[in-house]
């Protein structure tokens, strides 16, 4: 089983950019397909952002297109997510998930297919 840890949560003022990091431990990392949820107060879970085994593929919600990018580097077993141009409304706890699959390209929004999850890490992002 793979065990995973986020990092680089913290506060920001909006238009600030932060850097959150997934590191893996267990399994080869490279196994599996890995998404970014977060979930703000009072709200449910949501999607932010997937990637692929290897990277090859990736898929950002709307509300984050264009302002945060996930890449990852299977050496070091650890998904990067880099936010840019933040906003009081990412102010949330962010997770990181993981999907075994053996598809390198698969990739996806969908949370209860996910298998594993990290603690979380807070982003608080102030205006």
Same mark, same amino acid.
């Given at each position: 089983?793979?065990?995973?840890?986020?990092?680089?949560?913290?506060?920001?003022?909006?238009?600030?950019?932060?850097?959150?990091?997934?590191?893996?431990?267990?399994?080869?990392?490279?196994?599996?397909?890995?998404?970014?949820?977060?979930?703000?107060?009072?709200?449910?879970?949501?999607?932010?952002?997937?990637?692929?085994?290897?990277?090859?593929?990736?898929? @950002?919600?709307?509300? *984050? $297109?264009?302002?945060?990018?996930? /890449?990852?580097?299977? !050496?070091?077993?650890? %998904? +990067?997510?880099?936010?840019?141009?933040?906003?009081?409304?990412?102010?949330?706890? @962010?997770?990181?998930? *993981? $999907?075994?699959?053996?598809?390198? /390209?698969?990739?996806? !929004?969908?949370?209860? %297919? +996910?298998?594993?999850?990290?603690?979380?890490?807070?982003?608080?992002?102030?205006?």
């Amino acid at each position: 089983q793979v065990q995973l840890v986020e990092s680089g949560g913290g506060l920001v003022q909006a238009g600030g950019s932060l850097s959150l990091s997934c590191a893996a431990s267990g399994r080869a990392f490279s196994d599996y397909a890995v998404g970014w949820f977060r979930r703000a107060p009072g709200k449910e879970r949501e999607f932010v952002a997937g990637i692929s085994r290897y990277g090859t593929n990736t898929h @950002y919600a709307d509300s *984050v $297109k264009g302002r945060f990018t996930s /890449s990852r580097d299977n !050496a070091r077993n650890t %998904v +990067y997510l880099q936010m840019n141009d933040l906003k009081a409304e990412d102010t949330a706890v @962010y997770y990181c998930a *993981v $999907k075994l699959t053996e598809s390198t /390209s698969f990739v996806t !929004a969908q949370r209860y %297919v +996910y298998d594993r999850w990290g603690q979380g890490t807070q982003v608080t992002v102030s205006s």
